[in-house]
T-cell receptor, first 115, second 114 residues
């Protein structure tokens, strides 16, 4: 299967700081990338869909000014959690597809802890 | 709107036995795809198997097979000869043709005992 990397794998930060998470497709071009959030013992919750070169589409209830998504190239998307607070602590995971409707391949995820 | 239902919060199976994880779905769209993903405790989501709504045969990938019953709107995952490494959370997901977003079920935790 296709390989998607995510960096960092875990991060601890102070409340009020911003955190950037990178998602890279290593062996294919990802026209679309997805960002999910997952709380313990729960399913994945889609936060936003990003298409290369255009603005991300956010799901209802997700603050776009809080969670900045950039998809500047066909292999890289970034999620920046701005002014992070303890309630933003979660597991963030990205996925990527070459074409819409194809199998989504997921990165290994990033565990964020905001103190 | 589409919906995925996984009614088994947890399943136990002994090593080397087969296990079936249930998944039912609801959609009015005739063109869709069904996926199963495995999420071990490390958190990564591992793609296991895919079934298209028009596929005539049930999908198989090694020890994984998908028991697709279209009329009943079910897409159960069958794992044959369970291994200790199969212990993980398993998610069923659906995509509608023409769209890119997945709809996930709540997942089933599988524990394989020696």
């Amino acid at each position: 299967g296709a390989v998607v990397s995510q960096h960092p794998s875990w991060v601890i930060c102070k409340s009020g700081t911003s955190v950037k998470i990178e998602c890279r497709s290593l062996d294919f071009q990802a026209t679309t990338m997805f960002w999910y959030r997952q709380f313990p013992k729960q399913s994945l919750m889609l936060m936003a869909t990003s298409n290369e070169g255009s603005k991300a589409t956010y799901e209802q209830g997700v603050e776009k000014d809080k969670f900045l998504i950039n998809h500047a190239s066909l292999t890289l998307s970034t999620l920046t959690v701005t002014s992070a607070h303890p309630e933003d602590s979660s597991f963030y995971i990205c996925s990527a597809v070459n074409q819409p409707g194809e199998t989504q391949y997921f990165g290994p995820g990033t565990r964020l802890l905001v103190l | 709107a589409q919906k995925i239902t996984q009614t088994q919060p947890g399943m136990f199976v002994q090593e080397k036995e087969a296990v079936t994880l249930d998944c039912t779905y609801d959609t009015s769209d005739p063109s869709y795809g069904l996926f199963w993903y495995k999420q071990p405790s490390s958190g990564e989501m591992i793609f296991l198997i895919y079934q298209g709504s028009y596929d005539q045969q049930n999908a198989t990938e090694g020890r994984y097979s998908l028991n697709f019953q279209k009329a009943r709107k079910s897409a159960n995952l069958v794992i044959s000869a369970s291994q200790l490494g199969d212990s993980a959370m398993y998610f069923c997901a659906m995509i509608i043709q023409g769209y890119s977003t997945l709809t996930f079920g709540k997942g089933t935790m599988l524990l394989v005992s020696p």
